[in-house]
């Protein structure tokens, strides 16, 4: 069974803080993985991640993959309020063309001022 | 701004009734899916569209099922709702191909008494 496990499931800090998400998957088959920020409504994207050890970077964010150890993390570095979401993980399985994506069950990460 | 509009974005209904959930979006985009979110599941997929009259299964399409009668349009319907379906729907699309981030709509919040 497809499976995507993301850790800690919560998680409160305060600002300036640097934190760091993780999601490790066990798939029969892998495309990509993905990370997105969810606030009060839809899920935004943030990084899709094909190859290990190459970052991808944005701002305070960053995630890295190691395909060899079937985990990604998320880093956001000098946190703020403003980072307070949901960031869900997924995986994309690669099946033909249909870009079928599966979920962890997300991190919840709350920043007090 | 992926473009996509979601149909109603609140319902509450019976046991038994039949529901169905809109999505639109305005820019030809062939692929479309729909999840639903519920606490410590994360998003799973129900059904998903590569084109009209093409769709297929997701990982939880027991109970649903879609309709693509033309490009912007995918249809999500409950035959006869039961109170496990409570949950938040969220319909997404790929923009630039099934192998790319899939932008998300601002989920339907559906509540079955």
């Known amino acids: 069974e497809d499976k995507v496990v993301q850790s800690p499931l919560s998680l409160v800090v305060h600002e300036g803080d640097t934190v760091t998400l993780n999601c490790s998957y066990e798939?029969?088959?892998?495309?990509?993985l993905l990370w997105y920020k969810q606030e009060k409504k839809a899920p935004t994207f943030l990084f899709m991640l094909?190859?290990?050890?190459i970052e991808k970077k944005s701002g305070r964010l960053s995630s890295i993959l190691d395909k060899k150890e079937l985990f990604s993390i998320l880093n956001i570095t000098a946190t703020q309020t403003g980072d307070s979401a949901v960031y869900l993980c997924a995986v994309d399985l690669g099946s033909g063309n249909t870009g079928k994506l599966i979920f962890g069950q997300g991190t919840t990460l709350q920043v007090k001022p | 701004d992926a473009g996509i509009t979601q149909s109603p974005r609140h319902k509450v209904t019976e046991t038994g009734t039949p529901v169905t959930l809109r999505c639109h979006q305005t820019?030809?985009?062939?692929?479309m899916y729909w999840y639903r979110q519920d606490p410590g599941h994360g998003l799973r997929l129900i059904h998903y569209s590569y084109g009209v009259k093409d769709t297929d299964k997701g990982e939880v399409s027991d109970g649903y099922s879609v309709s693509r009668s033309k490009t912007e349009d995918f249809l999500l319907t409950l035959e006869s709702a039961t109170s496990s379906q409570t949950s938040v729907y969220f319909c997404?699309?790929?923009?630039?191909?099934?192998?790319?981030?899939?932008?998300f709509g601002d989920g339907t919040r559906l509540s079955i008494l």
């Open positions: 094909t190859s290990s050890g």
């Open positions: 997404a699309i790929s923009v630039r191909g099934p192998d790319q981030p899939q932008h």
């Open positions: 820019e030809n985009h062939r692929y």
């Open positions: 798939v029969t088959n892998f495309r990509s």
